[in-house]
């Protein structure tokens, strides 16, 4: 499964590297052409797989501010906060064999991560926190995902101007060691500001990449049909870049 998610990554990113091919002239010998395009994809993997750095717990932000959306207002999700998120739902479908619906006791009992990392928000800060979650790659491999899926784009309960915020990744950083669900921020459950009860951390990524308030996760062939089709509520809205990686 991590094989097939990988190649599908790279034969999306290869789509862009074929103009390099076609450009490489006629006095250049093919073997060389493949050489070097082995080699590229070869540097450009090992950029994309590659960890995030690690601190240490003397390294933790004394406060992990929230940003964007800290308080959704959406009657559903203030129901959930009221209860203590016992009823809420996570479920992973669309492209998949074997959709799922998980309470916060079902992905609390699965493999757990734990990570120190830093969150680089655009609008100029960075926080370190410790996060602790379940890996994406462990519920993808549970769901199963068709030969088709290319993205998995992450629904979010809150709406920022109206519009619902969602985010999106490539299999590459969907089965990336660090890519979590988090539940957990410094060991306490996550605070509303900081996308109780899930989150994602997708860590070679912007800030904005890291979905809070996650009821859905969705595999998808195209990201046409989502939102304006930009791939996320900052993409659709304000250009922001769909590859966030740092
Ligand atoms: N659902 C949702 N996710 C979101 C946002 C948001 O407004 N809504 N803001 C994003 C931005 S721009 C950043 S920097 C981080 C902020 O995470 P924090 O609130 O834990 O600091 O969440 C990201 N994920
Ligand atoms: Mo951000």
New binding site residues.
């Given amino acids: 499964m991590k094989r097939r998610g990988v190649l599908a990554g790279m034969a999306a990113l290869f789509a862009g590297g074929c103009s390099k091919v076609a450009a490489t002239g006629p006095g250049a010998s093919l073997l060389e052409a493949v050489e070097g395009w082995n080699r590229s994809i070869h540097n450009l993997l090992g950029r994309r797989t590659a960890l995030a750095r690690e601190f240490s717990p003397e390294d933790i932000s004394p406060e ?7 308080d ?1 207002a959406d009657a559903a999700y203030r129901h959930h906060v009221d209860t203590g998120f016992q009823f809420w739902k996570l479920t992973v479908t669309g492209l998949v064999e074997n959709p799922l619906s998980l309470s916060l006791a079902d992905i609390r009992a699965m493999p757990q991560r734990t990570q120190i990392t830093r ?1 680089d ?3 100029g800060w960075s ?1 370190i ?1 410790q996060w602790t979650g379940t890996p994406l790659a462990h519920l993808l491999k549970q769901a199963r995902l068709k030969p088709e899926a290319r993205f998995i784009v992450f629904h ?3 709406k ?1 101007a109206g519009s619902a ?3 999106s990744i490539d299999l590459i950083d969907a089965f990336h060691p660090q890519t979590i669900v988090a539940h957990t ?1 410094n060991g306490v459950p996550l605070p509303v ?3 109780a009860p899930l ?2 951390r997708i860590e070679r990524q ?9 009821q859905k996760i969705e595999a998808v062939s195209s990201l046409a049909n989502i939102g304006k089709g930009k791939g996320g ?2 993409e659709d809205q304000a250009r922001y870049q769909w590859y966030a990686g740092i």
């Fill in positions: 992990f501010r929230g940003n964007g959306t800290t959704p969150h928000c655009v609008e926080a926190g979010c309960a809150d920022l915020y969602y985010e921020l500001k900081n996308g989150r994602m912007l800030g904005y990449k890291h979905a809070k308030y996650v509520y900052w």
